[in-house]
């Protein structure tokens, strides 16, 4: 066949392929052309997910109408006022994507111009544009968007259900609405919003913070660590969730790059290594930065939906994020996220679904001064059978007098606990948990999980400082391993030499242990190199050498630590709570998991109502 040109609509519905591919798409590209058009509030409407329309309003600069009839023109646009593509200082430029909508349904755009005292209209019907006629409208850009696909019925069949649909256009918006926290927002389909954004006034942090509160949820806002930062022309700003917040995916992280949302790798690889030494690989923290960079040290136009953006210094940028967000974490001490004494107390309530008869749930009266008073009724008098049956209910219990499964700690004076953090230990139950009283409340520690973290950090210190001392076994153990372990472990026992596990090949299926770090003390050196060896199997050929050498010590650390089970005395548990008050990270051991739980006594009062 002949090359031939194709037809301005056939040229118009590819590139609709490449930037609509679904109704949030579109909702994306009119809501970006609102915010470069000044408007400090935009409403959204949507019918059957945005399939039979999408109607975007905001009260913007406006158009008048020669500015319509090129805005719905192949490449037109108002945001390349120097002609250069190298800084592009807007949410456009890709081609802008009014005439590919315009290709594949029926679009309608209505606009007054600021100041100006009439309003104008221009229609497309499946890429054909019709005349620009006069309309009401108040100051501002109405588009409206209609049967959408109807000119390329093929993409109907990938659409999801109206409510998916739906669903993805709230995620654009919100992520547009993190970005912009001075425009309001709201979202609906005619008879109910969904989304209710008012703008935002005040200093940029407390009104970005209140964006993120109610599209995150208030429990991010309590646990979020203010994220400022600027290296080498870059400013990174934003926050992010202490550590025990965190998820099992990674939906809840929030990148922009200049305001435009991205969904870049580079950028989720520099979070995944910022969090590594407090989250397993499974959890994801949670956490919105925001990027703000010169425009010619970036690329915007890589992807057709501009979902992804290319660095000229990628490095420098991911140790920007890296660094911001380890120096957050480090300022946050021992803190550990509300969330974590939350879910404490939810498990104490008592519900329906608890303990005694069906539906029965206690409601406590007003507390007087000798105790609370209980509001659900009891007989007066009881007799005959059923004086019998309550006797015996009330009867001693057998095994009261059994020894307790906890230790009490005696503590002549409690008052310390005024300023110590995590209070005064009173008490080790099952041999596990240590129990504190605090100036307001009580702690629950656990003490595996709390001396893993501290013993982690001292290798950490220890290895950076001149290197992880070193205990030679008066007896090297032997370990027995498949053969490509063995071939995993000898390939990295430099690294861990450094560590101060000294391991040398014993056979095709085996390796000896000759030394082991000094921190660790008496530790299991079998299953240390077993541990070791599954880390290696599943990191070793993604991770850079420290992001190995942090594993590595992560698993070290957990075989060093107080076990669950053993019996600590006084002076012992003292010990472990004043080391973690002045240990960076010790809200949290190295998999994410809280290392101690807070309850206020307010909190507890509630539960037995005294308040």
Not at 163 to 170: D, F, I, P, S
Not at 353 to 365: K, L, N, Q, V
Request: glycine share 8%.
């Amino acid at each position: 066949m002949a090359i031939r040109r194709l037809p301005d609509i056939l040229v118009n519905q590819i590139a609709a392929g490449e930037v609509v591919e679904r109704p949030a798409s579109a909702v994306k590209e009119l809501v970006e052309n609102a915010l470069d058009a000044g408007a400090t509030r935009i409403d959204v409407i949507l019918r059957d997910g945005g399939q039979s329309l999408i109607s975007v309003s905001d009260d913007g600069f406006g158009m008048t109408p020669d500015e319509l009839e090129l805005a719905v023109e192949r490449h037109a646009t108002s945001k390349l006022p120097d002609d250069d593509l190298v800084r592009i200082s807007s949410l456009g430029f890709r081609g802008e994507a009014l005439p590919s909508i315009g290709a594949v349904s029926r679009l309608s755009l209505t606009s007054r111009k600021q100041g100006a005292d009439s309003a104008w209209k221009i229609s497309i019907e499946g890429g054909r544009k019709l005349p620009v006629e006069p309309a009401a409208h108040p100051p501002g850009t109405r588009v409206e968007v209609r049967d959408l696909f109807y000119a390329t019925p093929a993409r109907l069949k990938f659409l999801k259900t109206p409510r998916a649909e739906y669903g993805q256009a709230v995620d654009v918006l919100n992520r547009l609405a993190m970005a912009h926290p001075h425009v309001g927002f709201t979202l609906g389909d005619g008879a109910r919003t969904s989304v209710k954004l008012a703008a935002g006034q005040g200093e940029l942090f407390d009104i970005r913070l209140r964006r993120l509160a109610s599209i995150m949820g208030d429990s991010f806002a309590e646990n979020a660590l203010r994220i400022d930062a600027t290296r080498e022309g870059l400013h990174l700003t934003g926050y992010a969730g202490l550590p025990t917040l965190n998820r099992g995916n990674a939906q809840m992280q929030y990148l922009f790059v200049n305001g435009r949302p991205v969904k870049d790798r580079l950028l989720q690889g520099a979070v995944r290594g910022a969090y590594q030494d407090f989250l397993s690989h499974d959890r994801h923290p949670l956490l919105a930065l925001f990027l703000e960079v010169p425009p010619e040290v970036v690329d915007v136009n890589v992807h057709p939906a501009k979902a992804e953006v290319r660095f000229r210094e990628s490095g420098l940028v991911r140790g920007l994020i890296v660094s911001a967000l380890k120096h957050a974490l480090a300022e946050a001490g021992h803190r550990a996220s509300t969330t974590v004494s939350a879910a404490a107390l939810g498990a104490f309530r008592p519900d329906a679904t608890g303990p005694g008869p069906a539906g029965f749930r206690p409601h406590y009266g007003r507390p007087s001064p000798q105790g609370p008073s209980y509001a659900y009724p009891m007989p007066s008098a009881p007799s005959g059978a059923l004086a019998e049956a309550l006797h015996d209910y009330h009867a001693p219990l057998p095994g009261l007098d059994a020894q307790p499964a906890a230790r009490p700690v005696p503590v002549p004076d409690a008052s310390p606990a005024v300023n110590l953090p995590l209070g005064v230990p009173t008490a080790q139950l099952h041999g596990t948990y240590i129990v504190a009283q605090t100036a307001d409340g009580i702690v629950i520690v656990d003490q595996h999980a709390a001396h893993e973290r501290l013993v982690y950090e001292r290798m950490k210190e220890a290895l950076a400082r001149d290197g992880v001392k070193r205990q030679t076994l008066l007896l090297p153990e032997v370990v027995e391993l498949e053969e490509a372990a063995v071939e995993r472990l000898t390939a990295r026992a430099e690294d861990l030499a450094r560590l101060g596990l000294v391991i040398e090949a014993f056979g095709p299926g085996a390796v000896v242990v000759r030394e082991v770090p000094v921190l660790l003390g008496q530790t299991d050196a079998a299953g240390l190199v077993r541990d070791l060896a599954d880390d290696l199997a599943e990191w070793d050929q993604t991770l850079a050498l420290e992001d190995r050498l942090a594993h590595v010590c992560g698993t070290m650390a957990c075989h060093g630590s107080v076990r669950a089970g053993r019996r600590l005395n006084a002076e012992e548990m003292n010990a472990l709570l004043r080391q973690m008050e002045a240990t960076p990270h010790s809200g949290q051991c190295n998999h994410g998991r809280p290392t101690y739980v807070e309850l206020k006594l307010a909190d507890i009062e509630r539960l037995f109502g005294r308040r």
